[in-house]
Structures are given as C-alpha cells and as structure tokens.
C-alpha cells in the first residue's frame, strides 16, 4: 500500500495539461455550463478559451503543461528505473548475505549447537534490509527465528523471502530463509527523486520564460505592429506599409497585408471620389426638381385652366369628351408630378414636418372642398365625422395632414363604384400635452385579399397589376402618405376584404395649445336641446348624432321625410316635449328635404314647428333659393364640421357661444404673435393701393408702425432715411421688383441681417425658393392670410423698442359696413372668408369691395389698353394684380380666371387665346360688380372725369405716384413710362386724359410726356 503515495503524486502532476485541455474547451460539467450561455443567454460553441484575449497567455498556457508533463514523464520514467535498480541490488545483497550466513551457520548446526546457532541467527539484525531471519535445523528439526519466538509477522511485513540450504561437508544440515524490505531503500530513492523534481520545476520555468520571450521576439514583436497597422487603417490612416525583411509565415503575412492596405487606400480613394460624385449628383437632382417643379406646373397650371375655361363654353359633345378627357388626363399628370416630387424629398430625406398651430376644421373643410367633386362626379355619398371630444386647435403640420387624408379619401372613391366613403376622426391618446389623432377611411368599394393588402404600401405598387389599368395611378400616393404618417409619430394601417370594402386607419401625433379646449367643452348652451337627424344615410345619421351628443343634445333619427313627418305628429299626439331642431338632408327617396319640410309647416296636427335646417352638399345656390321658400330656417353644407354645426344652432336658437367668438377667438390665437411684434417698425413695400391698404390696417392692428414704399426703388430710399426692424416685399412691382431690390439691400452691409419677408401671389415652390435664393428669409403667399402673416414676421422680426405701439384689434360683431350693408346678400363672394383676412374688421372689408369694384368697372379696356402698351409685360402686371385683390376680397372664380389670363401673357400665348381668357375673367368679374353695386350703390362718376382739364379726383396715394412719375420724366428717366403704365392700369378712370401723356412717355418724349402732365395736373388743381 505504502508504493501507491509516489504514484499518486505523479499521476496528478501528469494530470495538468489534461485539465488544462478541459479549460481551454470547457469539456467538464462547469465548462459545458460556461458554454451554454453566451451573451443574452445565447448558445455559444466557443468556451473560456476564446474570452483570452493574449496570444503570449494562451502560449503560456499550452506550453507549460507541455513541459510539466514531459517532466513528469522523464521523473516517472527515472523512479520507475531506479526503483527496479534498487530491488535487483537488494536481491543481490541478500542472496550474498544468505550464502555467507548458511556457511557461518553449517558447524553449529552440524554439532546441534543451538544456542550459537541463535546467536549467530540475530547478529543478522544489523543488516537494516533484513525484516527477519529464520533457520531450519534438519537434524532435530527445530527452527531458530528472529525476532524471535517466529518471524511471522515479519514475513507479513517482508517484500520478499530468499531461502538458501545450509550444507557440511556435502550432508544438508538445515535451510536458511530470510526477509527482506526495500523501504528504506525507497525511502533514499524517495529524497533523491525530490531533488530531480525540483530540478525539473526549475528547468520547466527557466525553459517557459525563454520561450515566451523567443515568442515575443519572433511573433510577438511583428503581430503587435501588425495589429496597430490594421488599427490606423481602420481608422481611415491611409495606406500603411510594413518593413519585415523575414520571409516566414510572419513575413508573408506582412507582405499580404501591404498589399491589402494599398488595395483598402485605393477603393477608400475611389470611394471618397464616387460619394463627391452623388453628393453631386443628389445636389443636382435637388436643383433639378425643384426647377422642374415650377417649370413644369406653370404649363400644367396654363393647361388645366384653359381646358376648364374652354368646357364652359358652347362645345359640341364630341369635342366636350376630347376637352373633358384631356382635362382629367392633365390633373391626373399634375398628381402625378406632385407624387415623385414628394417621393424622392421622402429618399433624399428632406421631408420635413412643421409645427404650426392650426384649426382642426380648417384643414377638414379643405380636404371636403377638394374631395367633393370627385364623390358628386361619381354620385357617392363622402361623409365626415369629428369626435367632439377632440381639441379644436392643434400644433402640428396641417399641409401634410391635408395630403395625407386627401390621398387616403381619394383612394377609397377610385375604388368605390356605388355607395359611401366615411371618414372619422377620433382621439387616440391625449396624454403629456399631445394628442393621438386617429382617422378612420371607410369605403364601400371592391377591397382587397390580405396578399394584396400586404402589398399595398410598396413605392410604384398597387393591389394588382390589373388594377393601374383599370383604376390608373403610380401607387405612390399610399407610400408617400405612409411615410409622412411615421414622420407625424403614427402610422397608417389597411382591414380589407374582397368585394366588402376597405377601412384605412391613419393615426397622427400632434402637441396642443396649453389653452386647447375641445368641441364640446364649448357646447354647454347646447345642453339638453332635442334634436331629430333625417337622413336616409345611416352612416351620415350616425356622424351627426356623435357630434350633437357630444354637446349634451338629445338625438333621434328619421330615415326618411314621411318618418320624420310621423315622428313629428307622434310627439304632438304624446304630449312629449317638441323637437327643438330637425337637421334635415336634401336628397332623399321619396320626399326629399325641401318636400319634406313643406309638408311639415302644413301640417296641422305639428302644433309647434321646430327650427329646421337643411343639410346638403348639392346645388347650394339652388337649394338655399327653396328653402327660404319653404320656411327653413337655416343651411348646412355637407360636411358638416363641428364648429359649423354649433355656430349654426346657437344662432338660430339665438343663443351666444359660451366662449370665443369668431373675433375673441382670431384675437386669442394672435396674442402670442401680436405682443411679441407690438412696436415694430415695418416697411412695406406694395405698389398695389388696396393690397397696400389691407397690409397697413393689419399692421396697425397688431400694433406695428408701418410705413409704406410704392417699389423697390422708393423702399432703397426710405431704408437710407430710417431704421426699420423689417420689410415685407412684394414681388413683382414696376421700376425696380423685389428681388431685385432684396438683392440690392443685401449688398450693403448694415442690412445684412434685416428681415425681409416676400409677401406675393406666386405661391409655387420655385417662387419661394426664387425669393429664399435672392436673399429673403420666408416667403407668404397672398392673399394675405392674417395669423400667417403676423406668425412668420415674429419668427423673423423683433422690435427694437417693443411695446411702444401697442394697438388692440378691432373686431366688429357682425359682417356689417358702416353704411349697414349686409354681406350675407354677396353669393360670388365668400365674405365670410374675406371679414377672416379683414381680421373681422367690417368697416375695413367694405372699403376693400369699394376699392375693388371702382378700380375694376371697366378692366377689359383698361387690359387693352395695357396690351397695346410699349411695356410687354403692361397686361401680365395687370392681370397679376386682379388676381391678388380678387384674392383679398375671396372674389375666387375672378381670381382663378385672372390667374389664367396672367400665366397666358406671361408666356406669349396667341391673341385668339388671350382674347378667350379676357372674356372668361370679365365673365366672372361681370356678377360680383352688380353685387358690389346693389350692396355699396352704384358710383358716382366725377364731371369730367375723362377730359383732361374737367375736375378729378385723386386720392393722397394716387397723387404720390403722379409726382413721382413727373419727377422721373423730368430726369429723363425710361422707367417713368412703366410707373406710369402700372398707374394708369391702377386707375383706368384717368386713360383718356392721360392718354397723351402715356402716349409721349412710349415715345421717349420725356420731356414732352412731362409738360402735358404738369398741365394736366394744373388744371386739377393738383400740386405735384
């Protein structure tokens, strides 16, 4: 038992590397756990070996056991030699000892001496081998033993037992055996082992260390410069190269990576060189779109207009259809071009989101305006509905609102052939001042399989194939929407199935006003109110009684005129409380609204006739005309917004909001913008006088001091006289335009900084960047809109003395002049919206209608006049300011058809067609003069007014610009003849008598063209 101890202190030793194997693999039961988990609980195939992050340490590792076990081995091997050496000798020793001792021993026991013979038996002790010693005496048979009495127990103890006869004289006389133990042979052999193994432990170290160091210097050394030279390429160093002069693996490896790095440096080379390229490139497609976006819809524009004016007039049905399809066939085009302009801002990722405050209703209204014609072109029902728990102003983007539930409601009426298209808005989430905005657009059209669905949002895709043939379109539009969506924080969503229809979901985040109150928080006077929905469209009876329970009323529905006549009688039979409000639809089988509402104000046994109101999207004119007829008490067009809806019922209950008024509410919204603007000084620079006179009374209401410049030229003067805060810059003016006068101003330094905002009716995106690029810093489009207005001057403008014209705004509390006129008699004119731009201001409003109808009584001479001018460009100018007063006053045909006229001069277009677009805007122009004269009376033409020398009268602005043009022909200046044109096309009153004048001005006669005005001028009585 006592050989086992060194074995097992070996077997250890030779243990090491196979344990070390086990680490570095993670063989055993915690290595293969180890194994298991990665990162994230990841299986991994990998164990602790590869966590090593030194190569020097994983060497050390392998090469240490190595060298422990080749010493274990050579120590084995050495004892295993040793100890076998050590028992040969022993055994030799002993048998020798034996041979001697049975010779010593032969007498005595020959002679049977016994006693001797035991004596000489335990001398034997002193050899320390022997364990015991035995003899056999053969003559008497007796044994003789030591230790004595018997060696049994050490021949237990023995490793081994030699036995030897002992002879006298050649007669066997007895046997010899003895015992003998390698122990303390094996214990000097044990100490000498411990030597040799600290010798190996030395050996192993001192040979571990030289190797590492050799491992250092031979792989080490280059690996670590290897190492840092892929770093420094990584980090775009350029190309590195090493110096190895060895042309071992380590080497080769060197070369190799030379080679790389110059091949990295030269693809990071032509990379740099192709990412210039389509920076380039990407510049250029900017450039480009945004030229193509003017260059093309201006012809587009021209297109549409001309094919619009052309369908009014007397056609045969032949040529119609050729119009008809080429118009369709140039708006869709139009919506085509907008698609990949906004698709690739989306690649190009310079799609942006704005945050403006707006009103919910706004952006409703317009996206119905837009989508009711196609719906009525295919008689489809479009319905809206708003959640009266929504805020009714929001902080967001409401262009791309617009654009996204216009594609959305477009979409589902080209997929709808017969039925109804619903849209609702719902809060999703109002929490941390933003609102969830969920819109829900559901058709009744020819759905989708969830592949289709599934397909739906791609760029160029559609449903199917089959669908752009039979249906047209890019497939941009959903795309476009859905990346807008994101881009608002939300998403848009498809629940679709073949044959049933289609519903999109399109949530939208948006911030709120911190004094955003909803619908119904402003509905408390409607509390309680019974109201009865007749409709025979059970969605659209659905919407309305969302809206009016919303406001606390109490609802009922009528499917149809004859049960809302029973329903009437039922109540007035019951005793029940009577109907306060029946919200009646125009177009229903059977009896229709009209029908319907006649009946019931004869109807005896209807003892109390409620209010009825008709609600329509058909025949507005028409239908209000038969209503009055009947009795019905108001007029709701379809859709019906909320605030429409609660300003309609209030009104005829002879009711008041319980908050903000039209005017409070406009106020409210403006405060932020008006007290950070109050005490600003502005120059405005607007030749046009009722544009001119607009802008001031604005300005001035906002308690801004504003001082005005007739073009460019005059506001480089008024700039080298006084300080202004900001100039507001029309752009197209006689003598010097706005951006030729931006550009001027710009290149003196001390107005570098100075805001200068275009306020100009082209409104295309060339135009803005055409105004951004010659130095201004916004662009608004007229007509003016009044919060738009004074909400990017406070962007740009600060006061350098605020606060020290602090005006309030006037705001009247009904559309009604001074002289009492009522505008609610104009039908050609959307008054409402021009008191809106008035800022509510009736009297203001009024001297606009004045000033347009009396500059514009008789626009066809005074545009013919302007075409036979010198000037080219007279009647373009001409035609450009109708389209902008028009615009102010919300004259909107006029306006539309002036816009024609102005893009056909602009571009040279033949007499025939000119001459077409003339008659089309004095077609329009025609009816809104005779409403301005029935609502202002007739004017009163002064005596003379077109003989040079009878009296005239001028306004202050009017004799401004006369001597302004008298002092230019006195310097022989060319652009007095211009000024004069724009004057005259202003004032077509004063053509005749100044025809002479103007006469002499085209002929370079300055000096003429200045006698005969100063004449005439005289003989007005007017000082110039």
């Known amino acids: 038992m006592h050989l086992w101890r060194p074995h097992k202190q070996f077997l250890i030793i030779l243990s090491i590397p196979w344990y070390g194997s086990i680490l570095a693999n993670g063989r055993d039961e915690h290595g293969r756990d180890m194994l298991g988990q990665g990162s994230g609980g990841t299986r991994r195939a990998s164990g602790p070996w590869n966590s090593i992050s030194s190569l020097a340490a994983k060497f050390l590792i392998v090469t240490v056991p190595l060298l422990v076990a080749c010493g274990a081995i050579f120590s084995v091997s050495l004892y295993s030699v040793k100890r076998s050496e050590l028992r040969d000798d022993l055994i030799s020793s002993m048998q020798s000892l ?20 035991q004596a000489l038996v335990e001398a034997m002790s002193v050899t320390p081998e022997l364990v015991c010693a035995e003899v056999m005496v053969e003559l008497t048979r007796t044994v003789l033993s030591w230790p004595s009495p018997g060696c049994v127990q050490g021949r237990a103890e023995a490793d081994g037992i030699l036995s030897v006869p002992v002879y006298h004289e050649g007669k066997l006389v007895g046997a010899l055996s003895l015992g003998y133990s390698t122990l303390i042979g094996e214990a000097q052999l044990h100490h000498e082992m411990l030597r040799y193994l600290a010798l190996t432990a030395v050996s192993v170290l001192v040979t571990a260390i030289a190797a590492l160091l050799a491992f250092k210097l031979i792989i080490g050394r280059p690996l670590h410069r290897l190492l840092t030279a892929i770093r420094e390429t990584e980090q775009g160093g350029g190309q590195v190269v090493l110096e190895w002069d060895s042309a071992d693996e380590m080497g080769r490896a060197i070369a190799a990576f030379n080679t790389m790095s110059a091949q990295i440096a030269m693809r990071t080379a032509e990379l740099t060189d192709a990412r210039a390229a389509a920076e380039a490139a990407t510049h250029a497609k900017g450039e480009f779109l945004a030229n193509m976006s003017h260059e093309i819809r201006t012809p587009m524009n021209a297109v549409l207009g ?89 902080i967001g983007d409401p262009l791309r609102l617009s654009q996204v539930l216009i594609n959305l409601i477009g979409n589902a009426l080209k997929f709808t052939q017969q039925g109804e298209v619903v849209v609702s808005v719902e809060p999703d989430s109002d929490e941390n001042g933003r609102v969830g905005l969920l819109v829900h657009v559901r058709d009744t059209g020819i759905g989708m399989s969830a592949e289709q669905c599934s397909r739906l949002f791609g760029a160029f895709s ?15 539009g959903l795309a476009i929407s859905k990346q807008i969506a994101r881009l608002m924080g939300g998403d848009i969503t498809v629940e679709s199935q073949p044959g ?60 149809s005129g004859e049960e809302a006549i029973a329903e009437l009688r039922r109540v007035a039979l019951a005793g029940e409380p009577d109907y306060d409000l029946v919200l009646m639809d125009y177009m229903m089988p059977g009896l229709d609204g009209i029908e319907a509402a006649r009946r ?75 007290s950070s603007l109050v005490g600003a000084r502005v120059l405005l620079v607007e030749d046009n006088e009722i544009n001119q006179e607009l802008a001031m009374e604005i300005l001035a209401g906002a308690g801004i001091v504003a001082e005005a410049a007739h073009n460019g030229r005059d506001a480089l003067a008024k700039l080298e006289e006084s300080r202004f805060d900001g100039v507001l810059m029309d752009c197209q003016m006689p003598v010097m335009d706005g951006y030729e006068a931006t550009r001027a101003i710009r290149a003196n330094p001390v107005h570098a900084t100075l805001p200068i905002i275009a306020m100009t009716a082209n409104a295309m995106e060339g135009d803005r960047e055409r105004c951004l690029e010659s130095g201004m810093n916004d662009h608004i489009t007229k007509p003016i809109d009044t ?42 004119i959307r008054f409402e919206a021009g008191l809106r731009r008035a800022q509510g201001n009736a009297g203001l409003y009024a001297r606009l209608l004045r000033k347009f109808r009396d500059g514009n009584l008789d626009f066809r001479a ?46 040279n277009a033949g007499a025939a067609e000119v001459q077409s677009a003339l008659d089309a805007v004095c077609g329009a122009l025609a009816p809104v003069l005779d409403e301005l004269n029935g609502l202002l009376g007739e004017k009163t033409e002064p005596a003379g007014e077109n003989a040079v020398g009878a009296p005239v009268s001028l306004t202050e602005a009017a004799k401004a610009r ?59 009585g007017v000082s110039l």
């Open 600 to 674: 019931i104000a004869g109807d005896e046994t209807i003892t109390t006739s409620p209010i009825m109101v008709m609600v329509t999207a058909y025949g507005r004119e028409e239908i209000m005309h038969k209503a009055s007829e009947v009795g019905l008490s108001g007029f709701l067009v379809k859709p019906v917004s909320p605030s429409a809806l609660l300003e309609t019922v209030l009104g005829l209950l002879g009711r008041n909001l319980p908050t903000a008024s039209m005017g409070s509410e406009l106020q409210a919204q403006a405060a932020p913008t008006i």
């Open 500 to 559: 049933l229809g289609s519903t999109f979901h399109f949530l939208a985040i948006f911030k709120k006003p911190a004094d955003a109150e909803t619908y119904a928080e402003q509905a408390s006077a409607l509390a309680g109110i019974r109201v009865l929905v007749v409709d025979d469209n059970e969605a659209s009876r659905e919407l309305l009684e969302t809206v009016l329970s919303g406001y606390g009323c109490s609802v009922a529905h009528a499917a």
């Open 862 to 907: 005074a545009f013919s006049a302007a075409r036979d001018d010198a000037d080219a460009r007279a009647g373009e100018r001409l035609a450009h300011t109708l389209k902008g007063l028009a615009a102010t006053v919300e004259a909107t045909d006029v306006a539309s058809r002036a816009g024609v006229l102005e893009q056909l001069c602009r571009t």
């Open 98 to 117: 034996a041979i001697r001792q049975s010779s010593v021993l032969a007498r005595p026991l020959y002679n049977v001496e016994t006693e001797l013979a």
């Open 306 to 394: 001309m094919t619009e004016l052309c369908l009014k007039t007397e056609l045969s049905t032949k040529q119609r259809n050729y119009l008809q399809k080429s118009h369709n066939s140039a708006r869709a085009l139009l919506r085509i071009i907008n698609d990949i302009l906004d698709f690739s801002k989306i690649e190009a990722g310079k799609l942006s989101i704005e945050e403006v405050e707006f009103v919910l209703d706004d952006v409703i209204t317009h996206v119905a305006d837009i989508s009711m014609v196609k719906a009525q072109e295919k008689g489809l029902e479009l319905l809206f509905g708003v959640d009266p728990h929504l805020p009714r102003r929001l």
């Open 962 to 1020: 006369l001597a302004q043009v008298a002092a230019l022909l006195q310097e022989g200046e060319a652009d007095a003849a211009e000024i004069l044109s724009e004057f005259l096309t202003e004032n077509p009153s004063l053509q005749t008598a100044l025809a002479k004048v103007q006469q002499k001005a085209a002929g370079y006669d300055f000096f003429g063209a200045y006698d005969e005005l100063t004449t005439a001028a005289k003989e007005w």
């Open 462 to 476: 559609q449903a199917d194939s089959s669908t752009t043939r039979r249906f047209g379109g890019t497939g941009l």
């Open 787 to 828: 919060s738009r207005l004074l909400s990017t001057m406070a962007r740009w403008i600060k006061p350098a003395h605020p606060g020290l014209a602090a005006s309030p705004l006037r705001m009247p509390a009904s559309p009604v002049d001074e002289s009492g006129g009522d505008f609610s008699s104009l039908r050609h």
